[in-house]
């Protein structure tokens, strides 16, 4: 199994930057799929990014693209995703999590993690 434990949400001023961070345990992880997913309150979670391991790279989804950059540490186990150029409407909770290469669903997923956004 994956355990997945994030951290780096917190306050910043719109225009501002945060780095969110999801450090995996486990020894399966060329065999995984990160995604970032974020919910605003009220809403629905949504498709923020993913990455594969085994290729190194990923993307971001159209709406953020420009302004979101995924990275990673493969020594520390942890894909980051850099939140730029931050908009009100980028405020909630952020999660990572991972899901088996071919799996349809993402099963592990970490605690989430807030941005709050200020204007």
């Known amino acids: 199994q994956v355990q997945l434990v994030q951290s780096g949400g917190g306050l910043v001023q719109a225009g501002g930057s945060l780095r969110l961070s999801c450090t995996a345990s486990?020894?399966?992880?060329?065999?995984?799929?990160m995604g970032w997913f974020h919910q605003a309150p009220g809403k629905e979670r949504e498709f923020v990014a993913t990455?594969?391991?085994?290729?190194?790279?990923?993307y971001v989804a159209d709406s953020v693209k420009g302004r979101f950059t995924l990275s990673r540490d493969s020594g520390k186990n942890t894909v980051y995703l850099q939140l730029n150029s931050l908009k009100p409407e980028d405020a909630g909770v952020y999660y990572c999590?991972?899901?088996?290469?071919?799996?349809?669903?993402?099963?592990?997923w970490g605690q989430g993690t807030q941005v709050s956004v200020s204007s």
């Open positions: 999590a991972a899901r088996i290469v071919g799996a349809h669903e993402y099963d592990y």
């Open positions: 486990g020894r399966t992880f060329s065999m995984l799929d």
């Open positions: 990455f594969r391991w085994s290729a190194g790279s990923g």
